[in-house]
């Protein structure tokens, strides 16, 4: 993402990148290593994005978000606006209400978060991005203070009734990221 972006032009196609990490917990830039709570044997990298601690793991889509927001006109807050639409109307698809919360990025479900968002502007073009929740082993959370918030609770779509195969939920949710963010 870095190489990418340092890379390039006034002509170079935005791009989403869609994975699944292997366990790890991922610290930002202004991230406190107290809202790591107690030792395991994941791993914690520090990494250049925005926001507290998060875990990511296997059953989590992450989407990388490439995007020169210069060319398309709107900025960072714009652009989260734009993600978190995104995953509620993805959600709603599935049934399932959630929303945003105030001064706190991401997307909640019964003020549970299902969905962080981090990100990292720079040259005006976005890198890192959104993790979703779908079928995944949520108790590393319990080793953090989620996106740095005590106590914070988190769900997951299997949680709330929805089983879908990740290469077929990653493919619409590339289609919505594309049509909200190229809106």
């Excluded at 991922?26 to 250049?48: F, M, N, S, W, Y």
């Amino acid at each position: 993402m870095q190489a990418f972006t340092a890379q390039r032009d006034a002509d170079s196609a935005d791009e989403i990148w869609l994975l699944e990490h292997p366990p790890v917990y991922t610290l930002g830039q202004a991230g406190k290593p107290e809202h790591l709570l107690r030792a395991t044997d994941i791993p914690l990298v520090h990494i250049d994005r925005g926001g507290q601690i998060t875990y990511h793991g296997p059953g989590q889509i992450v989407a990388y978000l490439l995007v020169d927001l210069k060319r398309r006109g709107y900025g960072v807050r714009e652009l989260v606006t734009r993600i978190e639409q995104t995953v509620i109307d993805l959600l709603a698809r599935h049934n399932i209400d959630a929303q945003r919360l105030a001064n706190a990025p991401g997307v909640y479900v019964d003020n549970a978060k299902i969905a962080a968002l981090g990100l990292r502007i720079k040259h005006g073009c976005s890198y890192h991005g959104l993790s979703l929740n779908v079928d995944m082993d949520l108790s590393p959370f319990g080793n953090i203070n989620p996106c740095g918030y005590q106590g914070m609770a988190v769900t997951q779509m299997r949680d709330l009734g929805v089983t879908i195969p990740m290469p077929q939920l990653g493919l619409s949710l590339s289609e919505h990221l594309t049509r909200h963010i190229a809106r």
